[in-house]
């Protein structure tokens, strides 16, 4: 295939996703049509379908773009030189900033809204969101692990637990539209202690008392 035609492609392709993706956090995954998204993306039907062959595709998508987009970066930092305390909370700042952006959290009530008639989109977020992020942060630990910054027995259960710690209350009170909400100092400063916790834990550092609300 000639290079212009595969950036035609991809174009669409994009365009595609982008309109999807402004449809199911307006509309919810149910309402939205293939005919809807369609005419947002100025393509035919028929087209979408030869680069989505399904809605719960082109949903997926849209859940793995969020999270990649936010946290694959981080998660493997090009600078391998920094202390792991360093990569460790630019990987957390990562992932505060992909579950509280407004598309992470159109994301998540999307999925609490329609879940309970409809399944599948819960288990297509949690495969793609969640597991995600969580098969992410462990790779991360594996490759800190091989450096010698630490030794982490189990890594899939130390992601588990900092992205608990990270999610604290301040997630939910997102989700629920709870305030206050706390600022960009405050969230970082909820990062950096989320990570000293964590280096407790399994970094071999002293005991720790948290001042952290969120």
Same mark, same amino acid.
Do not use: W
């Given at each position: &295939?000639?290079?212009? *035609?595969?950036?035609?492609?991809?174009?669409?392709?994009?365009?595609?996703?982008?309109?999807?993706?402004?449809?199911?956090?307006?509309?919810?995954?149910?309402? @939205?049509? &293939?005919?809807?998204?369609?005419?947002?993306?100025?393509?035919?039907?028929?087209?979408?379908?030869?680069?989505?062959?399904?809605?719960?595709?082109?949903?997926?998508? &849209?859940?793995?773009?969020?999270? !990649?987009?936010?946290?694959?970066?981080?998660?493997?930092?090009?600078?391998?030189?920094?202390?792991?305390?360093?990569?460790?909370?630019?990987?957390?700042?990562?992932?505060?900033?992909?579950? @509280?952006? =407004?598309?992470?959290?159109?994301? @998540?009530?999307?999925?609490?809204?329609?879940s309970a008639r409809y399944p599948k989109?819960?288990?297509?977020?949690? *495969?793609?969101? !969640?597991?995600?992020? &969580? /098969?992410?942060?462990?790779?991360?630990?594996?490759? /800190?692990?091989?450096?010698?910054?630490?030794?982490?027995?189990?890594?899939?259960?130390?992601?588990?637990?900092?992205?608990?710690?990270?999610?604290?209350?301040?997630?939910?009170?997102? @989700?629920?539209?709870? =305030?206050?909400?706390p600022s960009k100092k405050e969230r970082?400063?909820?990062?950096? *202690? !989320?990570? *000293?916790?964590?280096?407790?834990?399994?970094?071999?550092?002293?005991?720790?008392?948290?001042?952290?609300?969120?």
């Amino acid at each position: &295939m000639p290079k212009q *035609e595969r950036n035609i492609n991809q174009q669409k392709s994009d365009a595609i996703l982008k309109s999807a993706t402004a449809l199911f956090l307006k509309d919810g995954f149910e309402k @939205t049509s &293939m005919d809807a998204i369609a005419k947002k993306a100025g393509v035919t039907k028929q087209t979408i379908y030869s680069h989505y062959c399904s809605k719960d595709l082109l949903f997926t998508r &849209m859940i793995s773009d969020l999270c !990649t987009r936010h946290v694959h970066s981080k998660a493997a930092p090009a600078n391998a030189e920094k202390p792991f305390e360093t990569l460790l909370y630019e990987v957390g700042m990562g992932l505060l900033t992909l579950i @509280t952006s =407004p598309e992470g959290m159109a994301a @998540t009530r999307l999925v609490v809204a329609e879940s309970a008639r409809y399944p599948k989109i819960a288990r297509l977020y949690y *495969e793609n969101g !969640t597991q995600r992020i &969580m /098969q992410l942060l462990a790779a991360f630990l594996d490759e /800190q692990n091989a450096r010698g910054s630490v030794k982490i027995p189990d890594t899939e259960s130390a992601a588990s637990y900092f992205f608990a710690m990270l999610k604290g209350q301040y997630f939910l009170r997102m @989700t629920l539209g709870v =305030p206050p909400i706390p600022s960009k100092k405050e969230r970082e400063a909820h990062v950096r *202690e !989320t990570v *000293e916790v964590f280096l407790h834990l399994y970094g071999g550092k002293k005991p720790l008392y948290t001042s952290s609300k969120l």
